[in-house]
């Protein structure tokens, strides 16, 4: 089985977490591009003008200024060149309604941020092993 290396695009305000995510890749070995947006409304301007190849993967705050990540979803989904790419939401946010909300947008995990490094790192070599598995087309 051949592995493909694919875009992973983060959607994160928050730069602390940015490089802790970076450095997480880092340390598990994860060589996918990773592309950044600090909101939603970036995220989507960047998906729509094919600055870089699709991602099939984005990993997703909910916290955000401009666009959070509810509402980042709900356009994502509307989308029809978009409302295929898998989504992990990874925030701070331990709302009910946040994860709701989440689910009903058809993301594929809802992750806690650890609050130690050694925990975020176990959480992203998950996300990685379930995002390799995954057979896409």
């Given at each position: 089985m051949e592995e493909q290396e694919v875009n992973i695009l983060l959607v994160e305000d928050?730069?602390?977490d940015i490089m802790n995510v970076q450095r997480a890749f880092k340390k598990n070995n994860i060589t996918n591009p990773l592309h950044i947006a600090?909101?939603?409304?970036e995220?989507?301007?960047k998906l729509r003008s094919n600055s870089?190849?699709?991602p099939p993967i984005i990993i997703l705050d909910i916290n955000m200024p401009k666009m959070n990540g509810i509402e980042f979803l709900q356009e994502l989904r509307k989308d029809p060149e978009l409302n295929r790419?898998?989504?992990?939401?990874?925030?701070?946010?331990?709302?009910?309604s946040d994860k709701i909300n989440a689910y009903?947008?058809?993301v594929a995990g809802y992750i806690l941020k650890p609050l130690s490094f050694e925990k975020f790192i176990?959480?992203?070599?998950?996300?990685?092993?379930y995002w390799k598995l995954c057979e896409r087309p």
């Open positions: 928050d730069e602390v600090n909101n939603g409304l995220a989507l301007e870089f190849p699709m790419i898998s989504v992990f939401v990874m925030t701070t946010s331990n709302e009910d009903n947008l058809n176990t959480s992203v070599a998950t996300l990685n092993r």
